[in-house]
């Protein structure tokens, strides 16, 4: 494929981020990358009918033509899909993954998770909030950029919101688990093309995350690999799609499935909204056997 992968890196991102400031760090990223942002704030509730919300600031690209130039320029040949930058965007999927983990009770202080092809990284970032241990993964550096300079964009309003939260909680007597108020962990970084799981020598998790990672039929035989490869046994992978035709085909071979090692145990609807639209996705939970 030709994507470079390289070790685990802790707090930083391949020593690209030397400040802690979120404003220097913005600058030279679009300095870096020859782009122009704004913020979106995102909400999440952590469940279809709970009324405890969170909100998320995070970038958008706003100039994709200019993006795009760069991209073709730098690597010197014509834009094929698989260097389509679809991680500038938040998509559906990503907010109604990113639900389920906040209400999911397999997801607490100390879980190992892998979120694969993270984009923007808002799934992962709602399991470090939980206090889980993250590795976010992406083949794309600057995916990985953007999604250490959302994190720390939001870091301390997750700490206030989980208070204010559990206070609501409380008052309110709502009928499901209290929100988590352990301290975020913050998410450690790779680069990693999921084709290609053997790179992290038979490291396994207990849950795996991929949001919209299941759009071309060719990605499903490598994609049920990672899972394999990269879940312990009795681990979860919880994948979201928005209905598309195309990849449901993969989920309704139950037998294929169970060849394989996994099982579907559930699959659950989510309605989101985002950008004055509604949409409809599917979360898929399976279990490795």
């Not at 919300?53 to 130039?69: A, F, G, K, P, S």
Request: aromatic letters at 6%; charged letters at 25%.
């Amino acid at each position: 494929i030709g994507t470079t992968l390289t070790a685990p890196m802790a707090d930083k991102t391949a020593g690209f981020f030397e400040s802690e400031d979120v404003n220097v760090l913005r600058q030279a990223l679009a300095k870096k990358m020859g782009w122009e942002t704004r913020e979106k704030t995102i909400q999440i509730g952590s469940s279809n009918t709970s009324s405890l919300t969170y909100h998320y600031r995070l970038l958008e690209v706003i100039n994709l033509d200019d993006l795009l130039d760069n991209i073709i320029q730098n690597g010197g040949e014509a834009l094929d899909d698989d260097r389509i930058p679809y991680w500038i965007e938040v998509w559906p999927s990503a907010v109604a993954l990113s639900e389920e983990v906040l209400s999911n009770k397999e997801i607490h202080y100390g879980t190992s998770v892998i979120e694969v092809g993270c984009g923007l990284g808002l799934c992962s970032m709602t399991a470090g909030q939980k206090g889980a241990s993250v590795l976010q993964t992406d083949y794309i550096q600057e995916a990985l950029d953007m999604a250490n300079l959302a994190w720390m964009m939001n870091v301390e309003s997750m700490i206030e919101q989980q208070q204010q939260h559990s206070t609501l909680h409380e008052a309110e007597d709502v009928h499901e688990s209290p929100p988590s108020l352990e301290i975020p962990q913050k998410p450690r970084q790779m680069v990693l093309d999921w084709r290609y799981p053997e790179v992290l020598q038979g490291q396994q998790f207990d849950v795996l995350l991929a949001s919209d990672v299941a759009y071309e039929e060719r990605a499903f035989k490598p994609l049920i690999a990672a899972f394999k490869s990269l879940v312990k046994p009795g681990g979860k992978v919880y994948l979201s799609e928005p209905n598309r035709a195309i990849a449901r085909s993969w989920t309704k071979n139950l037998k294929e499935l169970a060849r394989e090692g996994l099982e579907l145990t559930s699959r659950t609807n989510r309605t989101v909204l985002l950008s004055n639209q509604t949409h409809t996705v599917t979360i898929y939970e399976l279990t490795k056997l």
